[in-house]
């Protein structure tokens, strides 16, 4: 029988019916070790992450399933999709992608897919 100490039973099924390795220091890692290759990329921070850490780390967090747990949830998704769909993507995200496509091979590479 599968046993740990973070059991999840459809792993432990499959690890018994001998569908892969279902404990943890019987995977084998092969290829180049990149656990410390930095590859520059940044996870900024704004408004609505702020927000967010106010709500998980701070004494306000005892308020938190109010947002996170009805309706009012709703408001973050409402903010999201404002914020990148009205904002982010028109006057950053397509311009970045348009100068992408027009001078890397890359870009130029995904023109040549067939569109719809």
Known sequence: MYESD???????IAYEGGLGVGKIEEIEVIGEDISVMDLGFNVGDNFASHFGD???FSPFKKIQKIFFRTPLGYIFILGSYFYYDWTWWPFVGKPLMEKIRANTEWGRFSDRYPSG
């Open 54 to 56: 106010l709500l998980w």
């Open 6 to 12: 973070k059991h999840i039973d459809y792993i432990g």
